[in-house]
C-alpha cells in the first residue's frame, strides 16, 4: 500500500492542481515485472488516481509524433527524443529508454 501512495503522491507532484477535463492520464503496466498491480486494491486505487486527475486537467496537448521530417526553404528538420526512467518493476537498473514513442493528443502515460 505505500507503493500506492508513493505513487498518487507522485501523480500529485507531476500533475499538480488541476481544472476541468481534457487530459486523459493513462496507466501503463507494461513495466510491472514484479505483478504489484495484480492486486485488484492497488490496480483500482492507482486507476482512480488518474480518472479524477484526468477530470482535473483542462489543458490540451498535440499527438506525438517523433522522427517527423520538416522541410523549408533552405534546411531539414528533424525532431527525435528519448524518455528515460528508471523500471518501476524492480525500483533500480536497468534504465528504461523509449525512444520515439507516439503519444496520442491529450495523453499523459505514466508507467506504472
Known sequence: MTRVRILTAGLLAVLGAGRAGAINVVL???????????????K???EKAAADFSALLNDSMGALNPVSDFVGSFSTFRWEY???FTHPGNNAAPTVTLTNAPLAANEYRIYA
Open 28 to 42: 501503463d503496466y507494461t513495466y510491472d515485472t514484479q505483478g504489484f498491480f495484480n492486486n485488484a486494491t492497488a
Open 44 to 46: 483500482a486505487t492507482i
Open 82 to 84: 528519448s524518455l528515460n
